[in-house]
Every structure is written in C-alpha cells, then in structure tokens.
C-alpha cells in the first residue's frame, strides 16, 4: 500500500517515512507542494498526508487537487500545527478523512492510516515509536572546542531520535584533540538531522556561534535558531521550554536565565557568582536593559533577526551576547528591542566541571564590555515608541 506525505519541513517527513516503510507501507515524500501533485499524478497513492500551511501551494489546495480537479476519492489525512477552527472546517468540508493536530507521536499517525487504508499485506512487526512529531523544526548551534572527553552524545542523540523537530549543528572550533572525529561519529546515519561545521583555525567560541548561525539559516525549513553549550549546563529540555515560548508569542529572542528561585536547580561556584553579579550589574547601565543575565549560553531565535544579530562579526570573545543586544538596541531603537527580547528562568543549571573560562578570564571581561562600549558608541540610536518598555521576563 502507497503513502504520499506532503510537507515543507523535512524534519517531519523523514521519521515519518522511515516509521510508515517500518510497518511495510511504500512511502513518498515531497517538501515542495507544487512537485508533490505531480508525483500524486505518478505514483497513484493509496493515501496522501499533507500539511496546511506551506509556502506557494497550500495543503487546501493541495486537498482541491484532489477532490475536484482529479475527482479523486483518495483518503487524504492533515498532518498540521494549524489548530483554527475555519481551517479544519473547510478541510472537511472539502472532503478530508482526517485531520491531526501536531505535536503528536508516531504511534497515533500509524495508528490512523491503518484505520483508513488498512495494513500492508506484508505488515511487519515493530516495536512502538517514542518520537513526536512537532509543531515547528529548531536549529541549534553547539560550539565545540577541545570537547573529546566532554561531549554528551547519548544525550544528543536520545533527544533528536525522540523530537523530530531538531537538527543540531556541532561547529568544531579548531579543536587540537580529537573532537571532531568525535562529532562526525555522532553525526553517522544522521546526517539529515547532524551537521558538522568544521573550523580549521580556532576562531573563539562567539565567532563559532556566529558562523554556525548564519550557516543554520540558510535552511529554508527551519523556523527558530539557537545556541547551546556543549556541556549541556542548559539541558535540552529547558532549551525546548524556551522554544515554546517564542513560537507561542511575538518575541523576536528567548534567552535562557540563570535565576535562583524555589524549584529550580541553579547552581553557581560562589566566587563566580560574585564576579557575575558585578558583570552584570555593568552590562545593565551599558544596555539600559534590566537584564538579570545576559550570558547564560541557551537562547532561541527568530530567523529574521539572525542577520541582525550575527551578520559582522563581534568584536569581543566571551562576551558577544551583550553584542547582540546592543545590536538589537541599535536597529530598532530601545523601546521596541525591549519588547522583542524575553528573559525565561531556566528550571536547571549546572556549572559543568573543565569550564573553559577561569577566574582570570572573568575578570577579563570588565574590559571587553570597556570596549564594547566604546565600539558601539557612536552608533545611531533608533527611536521608535512603543506601548512596552520593560523588558520580559515569563
């Protein structure tokens, strides 16, 4: 039996095909729409699972092909994060058989495609799938440098096969040790979902992000991008927290926020928390933002703010986080930046052991917000008013 799957998000195509050919149903998968009518034409589905909101041909219309230029009766089943009540009223009412709300796991999807064309003849026996299938696809940066003996790979990996909306991109900061075969073994049979920017020449951990961002951005399926720290301080599932948050609301950047409150698990050495403190304090009448912290390495973005963000390069190594913020500040002038940027308490962090930067580079960074101030100076301050003029916190 024959399954065409229609979707502009190839992150939610590929564990659907494998999971579907898994059970012994012949899979077809198409990101563009337009090309996905030709091949309903060609291979003669037994079913059609499309998306809704898809750029150039929609999946209603997709439905219409169908229904009333084919006259076709070929069960058609929405896979979509569209939830609004006229959209899946006029689904039916075009002639759909089913309609599913994203996220939802795998076991449900396959569960409803054999109540709507039956078992393949030559059904094969699988275990149940533990992987959702998410509402949007994310981005995330990890920088890497010297991780050989750090690296969470099980945690990486356990997390990708189990939320299809992910691809992570490790970016090897010219690492001198073996790191990078490190990373390309992890990225082995997940190439779709992994990708290695390698480094040659070890460039800073900002200019890492950096170039990761912009190479992350490219991919037009893609609706957020972030980064994440390879020790994973900020674990994957309070990075996904601030992910719901910015798909949820009009914020332009969700930043991860190293807040200590009753039931969370923040934990600081003591002599860093002093010095974090002070830096803070500085970033704060730099900004002229209430930022209660700027440097916590988990943040999520909207990919119209990425070139903004990290088109030049920064002018400081550690501290580039207080760059995009001035940035930010820079182009849409302070009121309306305030109310693009949300600071989110993260539920767990954990000052990782073999922490890179040391006490004398801490103290080093005084000097690098010196400079950033200096730089950014004589920038031209927009103005624009706007009804928020606090900065966010949820």
Not at 119 to 136: D, G, L
Request: aromatic fraction near 8%; proline fraction near 2%; glycine fraction near 6%.
């Amino acid at each position: 039996m024959k399954v065409l799957a229609i979707d502009d998000q190839q992150l939610v195509l590929l564990p659907l095909q494998k999971r579907l050919a898994e059970l012994g149903y012949e899979v077809q998968i198409e990101t563009d729409a337009a090309k996905g009518l030709e091949l309903y034409d060609s291979f003669s589905p037994d079913l059609v699972i499309v998306d809704i909101n898809m750029p150039g041909v929609s999946g209603l219309e997709v439905v219409k092909y169908i229904r009333l230029t084919k006259n076709s009766q070929t069960p058609i089943m929405v896979l979509s994060g569209d939830t609004k009540d006229e959209t899946i009223t006029e689904g039916f009412e075009l002639g759909i058989n089913d309609y599913m709300k994203k996220p939802l796991s795998l076991n449900e999807i396959s569960a409803r495609v054999k109540r709507l064309i039956g078992a393949p003849v030559m059904q094969h026996k699988v275990a149940k799938s533990n992987v959702m299938i998410q509402e949007r696809c994310v981005g995330v940066v990890i920088p890497c440098y010297n991780e050989e003996e750090r690296l969470l790979s099980e945690e990486f990996i356990s997390y990708i096969d189990k939320n299809s909306g992910y691809h992570l991109c490790f970016v090897n900061d010219g690492s001198k040790d073996k790191t990078l075969h490190v990373l390309k073994e992890l990225q082995k049979g997940r190439e779709d979902f992994i990708t290695v920017y390698d480094c040659e020449k070890n460039g800073g951990k900002a200019e890492a992000v950096r170039l990761g961002m912009l190479h992350m951005a490219k991919k037009e399926d893609l609706d957020y991008i972030g980064f994440l720290d390879a020790d994973l301080s900020t674990d994957l599932a309070d990075f996904d927290d601030l992910v719901k948050t910015i798909e949820t609301s009009e914020f332009k950047i969700v930043s991860g926020s190293r807040i200590s409150r009753m039931g969370a698990n923040i934990t600081k050495e003591s002599a860093r928390k002093i010095i974090s403190l002070t830096i803070n304090f500085i970033i704060r009448k730099i900004l002229k933002m209430d930022f209660k912290d700027t440097q916590c390495g988990a943040k999520i973005f909207h990919k119209d703010v990425i070139d903004i963000a990290f088109g030049k390069k920064f002018v400081t190594q550690w501290i580039f986080d207080v760059e995009i913020f001035k940035r930010m500040r820079i182009h849409f002038g302070l009121n309306e930046a305030k109310a693009m940027l949300c600071e989110q308490p993260l539920k767990r962090w954990v000052h990782a052991d073999g922490s890179k930067l040391s006490m004398k580079d801490s103290v080093k960074i005084v000097g690098q917000l010196a400079q950033i101030a200096w730089v950014y100076r004589a920038k031209k301050q927009i103005v624009k008013p706007v009804a928020t003029t606090t900065l966010h916190t949820v």
